[in-house]
């Protein structure tokens, strides 16, 4: 199942990309997201954010009552004006979930947009497109939930 998610930022690109390589606010956006313990690394071309969350009610009876989540993100350089592109992996601990995609950073008006895309793949016989089908509103919500911890931790940390 292909999921799209475009965030959008009051801060040029090089603000928001310095944001998302940031281990403390990686680990803040993990914390945000319900990760008591998140385990963070980043540097300037990669980033890997691990961290457990508690499982939703309509998937805890597939997968048990919490998830162990990574997402990696390993960027390019950046463009003249600024924009960047990654490439995303996101998997889940035990279970046969994973989404690859794609991660682009780029200037838009009033700041910058970072949009994720990529493909989200449950591989279990005859129930991988259902539970694909309700994986997908957590991840789409976790990126955006990215985009709204990201807008405050903006407007505050200079």
Known sequence: M?????????????????????????AHAATELGSAD????????????????ETPAEIRAFVGPS????????W??????????????????TTPVSLTGTATLAPAPGGSTLTYSGDL???????????????????????EAQGRVGADWLATHQ
Request: hydrophobic share 45%.
């Open 2 to 26: 292909h999921l799209i998610s475009r965030l959008d930022f009051a801060a040029p690109p090089d603000r928001v990309f310095a944001m998302v390589t940031d281990e403390t606010f990686l």
């Open 67 to 74: 998830l162990t989540i990574t997402q990696e993100t390993v």
């Open 121 to 143: 793949v449950v591989k279990v016989p005859l129930l991988g497109g259902r539970l694909e089908t309700l994986a997908a509103p957590i991840v789409t919500e976790a990126f």
């Open 38 to 53: 998140p385990r963070v690394a980043a540097s300037a071309t990669r980033t890997a954010v691990e961290g457990a969350i």
């Open 76 to 93: 390019s350089g950046p463009a003249p004006d600024g924009s960047r592109e990654g490439t995303v992996t996101l998997t889940v601990a």
